[in-house]
């Protein structure tokens, strides 16, 4: 999509937000996850599960597009995303503002 | 336990295939990153937008790690001894008693014990789709070359063998649907697993997938996600390939796709 067609569609385009699951004791570390999500919405956690594995935790909330990509690929069953809500993408009128 | 303060992960729901596993079968016994747990969520989530009722569908597996499989679905299972999984299989499919049989296949129970009765199967037009999990290793012997391992290697006699040819031997055996995938095409293998979960004969689909713990860190290529990766960054698709260039020969990309599919019989 350009940026013309983003502006003249903007109304009718609404971005989805997901929320991300994860049973933390099923969880086998080996972070497919975390290194194929499209948007980087994951991370390694700090401290490792009752297990030893160190699971993926969230990095910013508000960046899962709930593509479900996570859901599909993890081989433990242990992550999962739910929609939660859309959103309006920003019009090009206010990034231009805000990037001056 | 420990207080971990982590945002918007919950710790102890179930996760929305949960109901199709036998109640507390899981964690599973498999390593980190093995391929067959995409495999097993992929033809779960293929059954749940069919919308079939589970009693309908069979699952049979062998022995190994794959024959871990029907122990864990909640599906009409059975998990065979060695050398007798397509046979059953196929008595299983000849009955009509369930709407389609799955067979979940490694390389020992098909390539090595039961290949011969797969040559007959396709002459009868079984009602079967066969997931064959290759993970181009024998997991349990560790450093064994087997059929479809991907190197030059020499028999005792000095001879080469070439990587043998799963579909090809499909597509020849009369099998109407043939795909290929990696676990990282995951949504592509669930669309190929929903084409042929609706055919009424034989199905093939073949995944090459990473067997963690004997193939990934015995050579050295890193870490699950790293043959992951490797196998994206190798895989070419090419829907229609003729069968026979499509055994996987090293230092030639592993090509991916629908290779076979007859729409009328
Ligand atoms: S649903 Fe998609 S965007 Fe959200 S965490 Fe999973 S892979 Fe990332
Ligand atoms: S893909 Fe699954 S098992 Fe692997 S790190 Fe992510 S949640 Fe854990």
Sequence with gaps: ?100 | MSSINVTAVSHNEQHPIDSFFHPNSMPSVWCPGCGIGTIVYTYVQAVKEMNVEPDKICVVSGIGCTGKIAEYLNFGSHEITDGNVIAYAANLAAKKQYMKVTLFTNNADFLVSSAKDFLEIGKTMANLLVIHNNNIIYCITENGAIPTTPFIRTSASNDFELPFNIPHLAKSSGAEYVARWTPLHAGWLKYSIIDALSKQALSVIEVVSPCVMFFTFTNKIGDAADQLRFYRDNSVMKQYEPTEHLDLRSKREVIIGKFVDKKEF
């Excluded at chain 1, 350009?2 to 937000?17: C, R, V, W």
């Excluded at chain 1, 699971?55 to 597009?65: A, I, N, Q």
Aim: with cysteine; aromatic share 10%; glycine share 4%.
């Design chain 1, 1 to 100: 999509m350009t940026s013309l067609q983003a502006a003249f569609d903007a109304d009718k385009i609404e971005i989805p937000l997901g929320q991300v699951h994860i049973v933390r004791d099923r969880c086998k570390g080996c972070g497919y996850c975390i290194k194929y999500c499209p948007r980087e919405v994951l991370e390694v956690s700090e401290k490792p599960n009752d297990k030893g594995y160190y699971f993926p935790r969230v990095k910013d909330e508000d960046t899962c597009l709930n593509c479900g990509l996570c859901e599909l690929i993890c081989p433990e069953f242990a992550i999962w995303s739910t929609l939660t809500r859309y959103v309006k993408p920003k019009l090009i009128k206010e990034m231009v503002n805000e990037s001056f």
